[in-house]
């Protein structure tokens, strides 16, 4: 919630609910406690990055595409140089960049991302992130 930089995806709100459901455990109806949150970001029009690029020519002028390049990487710069303490997103592709109607980039889905105070260092040493297709 506190990163605000015209190139992250932007929170709109959230939803908490507590309450309770009824399931069917060992052949009998119980109640259970649920919790359910959602986070709910800005609607981006031109979906996310890996819809427009492929290996054949994907229409993007060039004038289009260094303002992807650069939003991303002033979105990067600002995640880990910007915030109080550095944001390290750990999952970023195409299809984690989103586009609005005038192909603005926006990172987003910081579901793998982690916080590191900027005094700190830190060494990751497993394998974090989506695996990649081949």
């Given at each position: 919630?506190?990163?605000?930089?015209?190139?992250?995806?932007?929170?709109?709100?959230?939803?908490?609910?507590?309450?309770?459901q009824?399931?069917?455990?060992?052949?009998?109806?119980?109640?259970?406690?649920?919790?359910?949150?959602?986070?709910?970001f800005?609607?981006?029009?031109?979906?996310?990055?890996?819809?427009?690029?492929?290996?054949?020519?994907?229409?993007?002028?060039?004038?289009?595409?260094?303002k992807?390049?650069?939003?991303?990487?002033?979105?990067?710069?600002?995640?880990?140089?910007?915030?109080?303490?550095?944001?390290?997103?750990?999952?970023?592709?195409?299809?984690?960049?989103?586009?609005?109607?005038?192909?603005?980039?926006?990172?987003?889905?910081?579901?793998?991302?982690?916080?590191?105070?900027?005094?700190?260092?830190?060494?990751?040493?497993?394998?974090?992130?989506?695996?990649?297709?081949?």
């Amino acid at each position: 919630m506190t990163a605000q930089h015209p190139n992250i995806t932007r929170l709109i709100g959230y939803c908490y609910y507590l309450g309770h459901q009824r399931i069917k455990y060992n052949d009998e109806y119980v109640f259970a406690h649920v919790v359910e949150k959602f986070l709910c970001f800005e609607y981006l029009k031109s979906g996310s990055l890996d819809k427009h690029i492929s290996d054949e020519s994907c229409g993007l002028d060039w004038h289009t595409r260094f303002k992807i390049i650069k939003g991303v990487s002033e979105g990067l710069n600002y995640l880990h140089n910007g915030c109080k303490d550095s944001i390290y997103h750990l999952d970023l592709k195409p299809g984690n960049i989103l586009l609005d109607k005038n192909m603005v980039p926006k990172i987003g889905d910081f579901g793998l991302s982690r916080l590191f105070q900027s005094e700190k260092t830190h060494i990751t040493s497993k394998f974090v992130g989506t695996v990649g297709r081949s």
